[in-house]
């Protein structure tokens, strides 16, 4: 595996976020932090799909349906294309129905306004799978032994 063995870091329940409005984004970045969960955010569906084909492994995802250059639900389609058991949640204050079928069919869909409050409980509990980010191609036994490590 040589150089696709990267650096693999335990962090307590990463969520993979994608928002294109800023201040929205920066939001709910703070409000999940500030509650101790890990967030990688991404203003654009292109740059959080370039990180995760580079790699980069999420066990849940936070999008928005109504994004540029790509609706939620496709950008969730490739994203379960690389990580088959990526829990996803979608946010929209609405789009067209066609999407909003799909989404469902996806993950689970929360209507903006959001509340961050019962949001951050969604993303924070203790119940949500471990939350270690790691590169693929790495093994769970490396991963749990830290022999994978650089």
């Known amino acids: 595996m ?6 693999m ?4 329940a990463r969520v993979l976020l994608v928002e294109a409005d800023e201040e ?7 409000a999940l932090r500030a509650r101790g969960v890990g967030v990688d955010a991404f203003a654009s569906p292109l740059d959080a799909l370039s990180a995760v084909q580079g790699g980069g492994v999420w066990a849940r995802a936070l999008i928005d349906l109504v994004l540029p250059h790509m609706d939620g639900a ?5 994203l379960l294309q690389h990580l088959p058991e990526l829990e996803v949640t979608f946010t929209t204050g609405g789009t067209d129905a ?12 929360i209507w903006k306004p959001l509340g961050l409050g019962p949001l951050c409980e969604r993303f924070g509990t203790a119940s949500r799978r471990s939350g270690v980010v790691a590169r693929r191609g790495v093994s769970a036994r490396a991963l749990a032994t830290g022999t994978g490590t650089k």
């Open 2 to 7: 040589g150089a696709r063995v990267l650096h």
């Open 9 to 12: 870091v335990r962090m307590g």
């Open 24 to 30: 929205l984004r920066t939001s709910i970045v703070r």
């Open 74 to 78: 496709t950008l969730a389609e490739h």
């Open 98 to 109: 066609s999407v909003l079928c799909r989404a469902h069919g996806l993950g689970m869909v």
